[in-house]
């Protein structure tokens, strides 16, 4: 049977899975959580259901339209390449199809509706624009289809217009929040001053059926000092302040806006006391200091209604799962092109969907002395290896130590480069640099232990992977780890069993973790519910040799000998290491009536 750094090696060397949008989005809100991590171990691959989607390029559309519809340009061929694309949720490809299919039938309104969805939601807001005239001509009814109209009208200053729209928006009776929105900045670019706070007002508290959600005071402060009422700014943004965890954006253009109206050393906590380590506090404020960063250039209209659009979309994603985050993101950055939280959110859009290239085109965009330069390198570098481009990836990571070499952080992150390689020995050293610099995390501590556990040295790796649970009572993979460490090893296997049934319940779509569950089982002698258990971590990740083989074992011994040689074979099928084939070999010689070897 592999040994337990066998069977942790396929948790440490594959790539943690991308989120969906929607964890993403959630992720973002709250300003401590780190979405781009490669600490592949607290994640292993979700389910099959939660697996983000596979880029759609030609070779994949074949498996699914017929080739002969590939090399025509009928409109039957592209529409069922944009249907299909859009099935794959491959919302370019869809977009350019359903838009060449309209060409050749202008006033279908299925086509129409499709095309102006997929280019809206691709930020073509343009060509969207166009075609929602067209469908405002057939009298189709479609709420969504005035807002890039809208969004234009906003980036040319043209508040009439902005105005009519929101209207139109407003009395169709299905407008999303950015009708309120923009009715809103409207009125007090056209000098309704007064009206314009009202509103935001009432809609803030519209939003949640109660108090005014405490993102929104930031956008009530940006009103108040666009009014060029400083005390009153003040006072809405130290509801901010005062209040409990809010976006990274938000807190940070809560500091800038203190920043702005004088309060550094309450944009200085800010900065300090209320970010997550994604963000480097010591640099934000150098690059605040010498006026580099784009948090200290002056307060502009369009830029208030950017963020508020942005903020908007964050929050409903979080509430609703919306499907208007990626459309609304590239309009406040159509609004304000130097907005590059909205391109942050884009790259971690698209990396979510698997469209590398183009989430790293958006980082690209991120200049270094931007506030979110640092969190765009720790997502890039997390694309850099899903690429395989590993050299690249320590390189970024360099240079960024070369510049902030107290950035406990950044030696975090090489650990987790080095981990990766199995290059553990490395890994330890970056992890004491991290530690000495005060990094004192369940992660760090959990990372030090599968490291400690892969050289074999199972007391240290014990005693960390016990610290970070200790500190982190729900961290899953450090649960996971320690639960088979005992396991495997046949000892503690009441406290494995608690352990691991722990981990089961934080991430029931691991196959990992119930592949766990069922060894500790099999180790108890308790056969039927380790059948039970390793059956369904199969179900969850059949392509992995250690479930199949463990499930192979179970098998055996409760007599269902031919479903063992099944699973072994198969088992042997994705096997390449030497001992890995040996070990199988061995098991698939025995006889029926023959015991298992020893799992020691």
């Known amino acids: 049977m592999p040994s337990t750094c066998q069977h942790g090696t396929r948790i440490i060397t594959g790539l943690a899975g991308f989120m969906p949008a929607s964890l993403i989005a959630l992720c973002l809100v709250i300003s401590g959580c780190s979405t781009s991590s490669i600490d592949?171990?607290?994640?292993?691959?979700?389910?099959?259901?939660?697996?983000?989607?596979?880029?759609?390029?030609?070779?994949?559309?074949?498996?699914?339209?017929?080739?002969?519809?590939?090399?025509?340009?009928?409109?039957?061929a592209n529409y069922l390449i944009g249907h299909t694309a859009l099935t794959l949720r491959d919302l370019d490809v869809a977009a350019d199809y359903?838009?060449?299919?309209?060409?050749?039938?202008?006033?279908?309104?299925?086509?129409?509706?499709?095309?102006?969805?997929?280019?809206?939601?691709?930020?073509?807001?343009?060509e969207a624009a166009i075609i929602a005239r067209q469908i405002e001509a057939a009298n189709i009814s479609l709420p969504l289809s005035s807002e890039p109209a809208a969004v234009i009208a906003i980036t040319n200053a043209d508040w009439d217009a902005a105005q009519a729209l929101s209207d139109q928006m407003l009395a169709s009776g299905g407008a999303s929040n950015l009708a309120y929105l923009t009715s809103i900045w409207s009125k007090f670019a056209r000098g309704q001053e007064t009206a314009a706070l009202s509103d935001m007002t009432r809609f803030s508290r519209d939003m949640t059926g109660a108090d005014i959600p405490p993102f929104m005071y930031l956008h009530l402060s940006h009103l108040a000092e666009l009014s060029d009422q400083p005390d009153s700014a003040r006072a809405y943004l130290d509801f901010i302040l005062n209040g409990g965890a809010e976006s990274a954006e938000v807190i940070i253009s809560a500091a800038a806006s203190y920043w702005r109206l004088g309060k550094e050393d309450v944009a200085t906590q800010l900065l300090t006391d209320r970010l997550g380590s994604n963000f480097y506090a010591p640099k934000l404020l150098d690059?605040?200091?010498?006026?580099?960063?784009?948090?200290?250039?002056p307060l502009t209209l369009q830029r208030a209604v950017a963020q508020s659009i942005l903020d908007e979309a964050w929050l409903n994603a979080n509430q609703s799962g919306s499907g208007l985050l990626m459309p609304h993101a590239y309009l406040a950055l159509r609004i304000d092109p130097e907005l590059h939280?909205?391109?942050?959110?884009?790259?971690?859009?698209?990396?979510?969907?698997?469209?590398?290239?183009?989430?790293?085109?958006?980082l690209d965009a991120i200049p270094h002395t931007s506030v979110w330069s640092q969190p765009a390198t720790f997502l890039h570098i997390n694309i850099l290896i899903e690429k395989e481009a590993l050299a690249d990836a320590r390189t970024r990571l360099t240079t960024e130590l070369d510049a902030w070499p107290e950035n406990r952080r950044l030696y975090h992150l090489l650990g987790d480069l080095y981990r990766r390689d199995r290059l553990c020995e490395d890994a330890l050293t970056a992890y004491a640099d991290a530690e000495k610099r005060g990094d004192r995390s369940g992660a760090l501590y959990r990372s030090k232990g599968v490291c400690y556990a892969e050289l074999?040295?199972?007391?240290?790796?014990?005693?960390?992977?016990?610290?970070?649970?200790?500190?982190?009572?729900?961290?899953?993979?450090a649960l996971n780890y320690l639960g088979y460490l005992w396991a495997d090893e046949g000892r503690n296997l009441d406290r494995a069993l608690s352990y691991i049934e722990d981990a089961v319940r934080l991430r029931p779509d691991s196959g990992y973790y119930a592949d766990s569950l069922g060894w500790v089982y099999y180790r108890m002698d308790e056969l039927d519910l380790s059948v039970s258990w390793l059956e369904k971590a199969f179900q969850l990740t059949p392509g992995d040799i250690v479930i199949s083989e463990h499930l192979a074992d179970a098998y055996w011994r409760v007599g269902r000998w031919h479903e063992a040689r099944y699973k072994w074979h198969y088992a042997l099928e994705l096997a390449d290491a030497a001992d890995d084939i040996a070990r199988i070999e061995a098991k698939l010689a025995l006889e029926h009536n023959m015991p298992l070897p020893s799992q020691d």
């Open 341 to 362: 939280a909205a391109r942050f959110v884009l790259a971690q859009l698209y990396t979510a969907m698997n469209k590398l290239d183009m989430a790293q085109q958006f």
């Open 98 to 126: 359903f838009t060449r299919t309209l060409a050749g039938d202008k006033t279908n309104p299925d086509l129409l509706q499709r095309s102006f969805l997929t280019l809206y939601q691709t930020g073509q807001i343009d």
């Open 40 to 76: 592949t171990v607290s994640q292993s691959n979700p389910a099959p259901s939660q697996q983000a989607d596979d880029s759609l390029s030609p070779p994949q559309l074949e498996q699914f339209v017929p080739g002969p519809a590939l090399s025509t340009d009928s409109d039957a």
């Open 287 to 297: 690059q605040m200091q010498s006026a580099a960063s784009e948090l200290t250039r």
């Open 456 to 477: 074999q040295e199972m007391a240290l790796a014990e005693d960390n992977l016990q610290r970070a649970i200790d500190l982190n009572p729900n961290d899953a993979s």
